[in-house]
Antibody, heavy 118, light 108 residues
Framework: EVQLVESGGRLVQPGGSLRLSCTAS????????MSWVRQAPGKGLEWVAN????????FYVDSVKGRFTISRDNAKNSLYLQMNSLGVEDTAVYYC???????????WGQGSLVTVSS | EIVLTQSPGTLSLSPGERATLSCRAS???????LAWYQQKPGQAPRLLMY???RWATGTPDRFSGSGSGTDFTLTISRVEPEDFAVYYC?????????FGQGTRLEMK
């Protein structure tokens, strides 16, 4: 059974940093693109970033470029999202997801809440 | 960036009725790379359809997807009680990947 478990979400002050982690199990992690998708409270879905199997290609939505970094450790079956210079607009549930063969998200974790507030 | 506009914003139907959800793109979606997701309150999204018309594993066959270019449709042939939820379309043919704003399917 595919499982994705996010961790690291918490309350952080504006301008602060946070690192989210996602631990994967039930599939061969190193064979798949992985994504982060977020959802602000009461709002819709926003794709944030994705990363190729070996980590040598990464893509970001414009609103996080230069502030967020996606990375992975295939030996640990783990995906990460380093978030710097956080603003209140980054408040959201952050989902880790395993991509399909085209870029859509097949499996999703339950999400990790990041709250940016003073 | 491709902007996806979903309509209607809210669809009120009774169980057994047919649901038609629309997703219109601001420019052509490459190779029909469009997916549909269902999200229920407090849950993660669930993939229903991909490549515009392919069923994801476990998607009931009362769901179907169609369309190409800039106009796509998700149809539920006969709405079941468990189908009341929010539905999102997503294009993954161009970077950045983008989602529509969602259509809420509610019980009349």
């Amino acid at each position: 059974e595919v499982q994705l478990v996010e961790s690291g979400g918490r309350l952080v002050q504006p301008g602060g940093s946070l690192r989210l982690s996602c631990t994967a199990s039930g599939f061969s992690f190193s064979n798949f693109w992985m994504s982060w998708v977020r959802q602000a409270p009461g709002k819709g879905l926003e794709w944030v970033a994705n990363i190729k199997q070996d980590g040598d290609k990464k893509f970001y939505v414009d609103s996080v470029k230069g502030r967020f970094t996606i990375s992975r450790d295939n030996a640990k079956n783990s995906l990460y999202l380093q978030m710097n210079s956080l603003g209140v607009e980054d408040t959201a549930v952050y989902y880790c997801a395993r991509d399909g063969y085209g870029g859509y998200q097949v499996y999703w974790g339950q999400g990790s809440l990041v709250t940016v507030s003073s | 960036e491709i902007v996806l506009t979903q309509s209607p914003g809210t669809l009120s139907l009774s169980p057994g009725e047919r649901a038609t959800l629309s997703c219109r793109a601001s420019q052509s979606v490459s190779s029909g790379y469009l997916a549909w997701y269902q999200q229920k309150p407090g849950q993660a999204p669930r993939l229903l359809m991909y490549d515009a018309s392919r069923w994801a594993t476990g998607t009931p066959d009362r769901f179907s997807g169609s369309g190409s270019g800039t106009d796509f449709t998700l149809t539920i042939s006969r709405v079941e009680p468990e189908d009341f939820a929010v539905y999102y379309c997503q294009q993954y043919g161009s970077s950045p990947i983008t989602f529509g704003q969602g259509t809420r399917l509610e019980m009349k």
